[in-house]
């Protein structure tokens, strides 16, 4: 699940609204509205490629924003399975 706090600033730190990124998506911004307040968990692999291509992300920031609760929690399940 995308950190949604950390992609809220993102979009504000590049000079974007929530409009222009739905625009960008080919969604409604109601639509964007409603995925970010879901905690992201219906953007799909397609939309985060736009995401990540209109908000010129870095790979740092990809993984932080999208990967960081998924990377902590295999890290620490490997954790316990070495155990």
Not at 2 to 18: A, H, Y
Not at 38 to 45: H, K, L, M, P
């Amino acid at each position: 699940m995308p950190n949604i706090n950390k992609l809220k600033g993102k979009i504000v730190e590049k000079g974007l609204n929530i409009e222009e990124l739905a625009y960008a998506l080919e969604i409604n911004k109601s639509t964007l509205y409603r995925k970010l307040k879901n905690n992201g968990e219906s953007i799909s692999i397609k939309e985060a490629n736009v995401i990540i291509s209109k908000l010129n992300l870095t790979i740092e920031e990809v993984n932080a924003i999208f990967f960081d609760q998924f990377v902590a929690y295999n890290a620490i399940k490997g954790i316990d399975e070495k155990k």
